[in-house]
């Protein structure tokens, strides 16, 4: 059985400062990897995916994510962050692509002035 | 920008009532999709449905649960006798193509609280 491990219920951070969303997973076979963002009062919105192609991957917005096979981690990241990414950020693991995704708990995102 | 839209975003209903939740998916999207989530705990996948029947469903998704897409535009979810355990947000995804390609649209959400 697949699942994710999303460290940390909320994170805060500084506008400008380095944003870091960790999410450990366990799969038997070659995972899909995904990061959602929630904004309020909003669906779920595809940030970036991971689909055994290059493992750093770049996403919209300005995150990025890289895959380490080794660490079964795929920690999202952000140089700098924006008043704008206050969100709940999601870490989703598939064996089939977009089918049938488990989700973390998800990690609320807090960015103050 | 097509999006997926569910109706209602708030319901509020009596342990042992019928609910429906709506979901109107992106026109051109034949693949469908309910997740929920109970407050604080991880979103789960439901159930999957593609050419008017269901693909694939979790353990979640026993015979209180039910979908359809009664007409060519709408996809819903029934909850026969809801139970307080009920209450989550749910949210409909659809897609354009299956698998590992099609990415996964999700709607707004509707929360369901059962009393």
């Known amino acids: 059985a697949q699942s994710v491990t999303q460290l940390g219920s909320h994170v805060s951070v500084s506008e400008g400062a380095l944003v870091l969303l960790r999410c450990n997973y366990s799969?038997?076979?070659?995972?899909?990897l995904f990061w959602y963002v929630q904004y309020p009062n909003q669906g779920l919105q595809l940030l970036l995916k991971y689909t055994s192609a290059a493992t750093l991957v770049k996403g919209i917005n300005g995150f990025e994510a890289e895959f380490k096979k080794s660490e079964t981690s795929f920690h999202l990241t952000k140089p700098s962050a924006h008043m704008s990414d206050a969100a709940e950020y999601f870490c989703a693991v598939s064996d089939r692509g977009f089918q049938k995704l488990v989700f973390g708990t998800g990690t609320r995102l807090l960015v103050s002035p | 920008e097509p999006e997926v839209t569910q109706t209602p975003s708030h319901q509020v209903t009596q342990m042992g009532q019928e609910v429906i939740l709506r979901c109107v998916p992106i026109s051109n999207h034949l693949y469908f999709y309910w997740y929920r989530q109970i407050l604080g705990q991880k979103v789960e996948f439901l159930v999957s449905f593609y050419n008017n029947e269901i693909s694939e469903k979790s353990e979640i998704f026993d015979d209180q649960f039910s979908v359809e897409r009664p007409d060519g535009s709408n996809f819903t979810l029934k909850i026969r006798s809801t139970k307080l355990e009920d209450s989550a947000m749910y949210f409909c995804?659809?897609?354009?193509?299956?698998?590992?390609?099609?990415?996964?649209?999700f709607g707004e959400g509707s929360r369901l609280t059962v009393l």
């Open positions: 799969s038997s076979v070659p995972p899909y």
């Open positions: 995804a659809s897609s354009d193509r299956e698998g590992g390609t099609g990415e996964l649209f």
